[in-house]
């Protein structure tokens, strides 16, 4: 039997789940909570990730793994890979501002739905980084790379293979073998789900410099090799969603959980000047 693993890092608790990779049959199963609010350190995701794995019966007979996550939270670096200031979350409206702001100084939500396929509200970590920028301009000058929640978590998922050591000392990569796939790439305001790049100027526009980004891997491509297993994209929550419910071209899904969304999956990208529809990227190499 081949066993792999998938980890739903949510706003509330980190969930694993390992199963048959041949037949989908659930193997075992964890659990850990995530303290509550709108600003978390990133380690407390990884402790109740180490938790949840713990309870799961770890992962020493797991062929593969991979991390879907809570889209747009903002986790800074600095160059040595520690995190410089607690990761705002999709929730926290500190940068509702910031988000007006940058439609503006862009030309209008006309210009950033082409652009990017969304026009940037609060939650999304474009507008994080400006706010970071105005607010906190030392932790700004420290920030060496950003990346989301569940690019993170691969990272560290990946140290801890490499180094057969899971606990909160586990050795880290460096921060150039940061990884993410497009699906929640296309969450942070500055990834173009129809181009298939990075808007480093929007990026610059917001934050005034541009950090290491973490790459954009395809559908197929294992984000981490050499360690016991091997670790896959993954990606950000509804993108996981919408794969795990097996969603089709005009499908729609209705989610509802610490938020409320409703998608559906396209061929083509999306871009409505108006900001109702968020034209993202999904996980299998179409949009949604």
Known sequence: MTLVAGVDSSTQSCKVV???????????QGRAPHPDGTEVHPSH?????????????????????????QQHGMVCLDESGNVVRDALLWNDTRSAQA???????????QVWATAVGSVPVASFTVTKLRWLAEHEPDNAAR???????????????????????????????????????????SGTGYWSPSTGAYRTDLLKLAFGSVPLLPRVLGPAEAAYEGGAALIAPGTGDNMAAALGVGARSGD?????????????????????PTGAVAGFADATGRFL
């Open 99 to 109: 988000a007006a702001d940058l439609v503006t100084e862009l030309g209008g939500p």
């Open 252 to 272: 729609v899904v209705v989610s509802l959980g610490t938020s409320g969304t409703v998608f559906a999956v396209a061929e083509s990208p999306s871009a409505d």
């Open 18 to 28: 390992i199963r048959d990779a041949e037949t989908g049959a659930l193997v075992r």
């Open 143 to 185: 920030t060496a790379a950003v990346c989301l929640p569940h690019d993170w978590l691969s990272w560290r998922l990946a140290g801890a293979f490499a180094s057969g050591t899971f606990s909160a000392d586990s050795p880290v990569p460096p921060l150039d073998q940061l990884a993410t796939d497009r699906g929640d790439a």
């Open 45 to 69: 995701w990884w402790d109740a990730l180490l938790r949840a794995i713990e309870e799961a019966g770890g992962l020493d007979d797991v062929s593969a793994i991979s991390v879907g996550g």
